[in-house]
């Protein structure tokens, strides 16, 4: 099992079940962890690195869905071999655990798969995020590099091709059958919005009856293509009030497990969700340059794949170093300037404001996110 | 992992748990059916998980230790 010391103690990665467990000091101790220099002086607040990067492997992808995050094109850029693997060799040395792969259709890729064994052999855990059009039985069989597969799914039927262009439901269907077929960890990816809010039943009934083992909840980015189209998908404000009762009750009426992303997070401390538990199973909100940060096809490090400024360049060990230990201000001091109803909010330090990148589209990246229900009703 | 200040020493802890992994662009803010343990859960869950460790003691490889210590 990896262990990388932190200020509090250590994280320790599980094979089975998956997880990351924070370790006390004596705990850590305990498991065979000598005292840490990081073990000196006071909490810096922050961990030494990210447990995930996300590596926008490319802006490459001939699906032209219209809300793209990224705006993929077919001939978009892409990381090549060498400096994928140069990422890589950066991201290890900090002990990443996770890698996501996804960008544009990362599966278009020729070196996908050869990123993914170098990463395993780095000791990183490479995961993918696919929109599954191309998938037959044979990259299925290959795709058991991976840990966790999710497929893009933002509705079923016609949903699908609404929310995305083109009618593309039946394919994604036919690679979670075949990913299914040769593993257990696969899942559904659904980006949701105000038109297919009524309808998330029905993906959770899909993943149900596939057998998959989660369905992710996404919010609507407001980048590349997805600006534009931002306004009209965004949540309104009764239901971003109504999303978590939701999804809990889907997760218990399907008996499936259901996450929701980082940009969520408002939307479940608005109901006052219980603190402590929220803190040991790590339910947070914007997380960039602490828990996550991204890798660019231009190599660019930054704090989250939808916004914020470079804050090194991946290929120079030095400016990746000095990244993870003092930079990523732009996210990590939301915090500690944060304006009501934010400042007296009591799940601050877990919600740190909401999404960064919301706020940015809505005219102010230091304002609090205003899809939040609680700064919906404070505006008023 | 948040600002809350964590007991660091003393008795052995397990102070969170992040389960699964993330394939995704944005980070996981929330699991649902882990929050729905709720606090009584998460304390049970924090004491077998410590339990099951100590007992275990499994082999641990040290990574993205500060430069010049640690293993890699």
Known sequence: MKIRAEWFGALLELERPRALVSLNRTLARKLGLSDSPRWRGDDPGRLSAPTEVHLVISRRCSAGCKGCYVSAVPHGPALSLEQAKAAVDQLAAHGIFHMALGGGEALDLEHLFEVADYARSKGILPNLTTSGLGMDEETARRCRVFGQINVSVDGVGEDYRRARGYDGFDRAVRALELLRATRREVGINCVVTRHNFESLGEIVALARRLRLNEVELLRFKPSGRGLEQWRENDLSVEQARALYPRVRWLSVRHRMRLKLDCSFAPMVFFHRPSRAAARFFGVVGCQGGNLLASVLPEGDLTGCSFGGPREASIFEPREVAAAFEGGFQSFRDFARRAPEPCRSCRYLSLCNGGCRVVSKAAGDWWQPDPGCPTVAAHSR | ?72
Do not use: C, H, Y
């Not at chain 2, 993330?22 to 882990?34: M, Y």
């Open chain 2, 1 to 72: 992992m948040t600002n809350e200040r964590p007991k660091v020493e003393g008795r052995p802890r397990i102070l969170g748990i992040r389960p699964g992994v993330n394939p995704n662009s944005s980070s996981l803010g929330v699991d649902i059916t882990f929050l729905l343990l709720g606090g009584t859960g998460s304390l049970a869950l924090s004491f077998l998980m410590s339990a099951w460790l100590r007992g275990r003691k499994p082999a641990v490889v040290e990574v993205g230790a500060p430069k010049g210590e640690g293993q890699e």
